[in-house]
């Protein structure tokens, strides 16, 4: 499939839920949340995290993506 047929912003937002979810169900993460006195703040570094490998995944599909 050539890049010019995939909808990179969708697979980057769907890439990032599904990061968000693994993370957030770790079991270091959970422990984390729930004993650290700032939740938002750790709420703020999944989500932050969770982009970052959405990125990185994406950066790397396109990369499969131009090869082929």
Avoid: C, F
């Amino acid at each position: 499939m050539s890049n010019d047929k995939v909808n990179w912003e969708q697979a980057k937002v769907d890439a990032a839920i599904a990061a968000m979810q693994s993370m957030a169900g770790s079991n270091w993460w959970s422990q984390l949340y729930y004993n650290v006195p700032d939740a938002k703040g750790v709420s703020e570094q999944i989500a932050h995290r969770a982009v970052l490998l959405a990125d990185a995944l994406i950066a790397e599909l396109k990369k499969t993506n131009e090869t082929n």
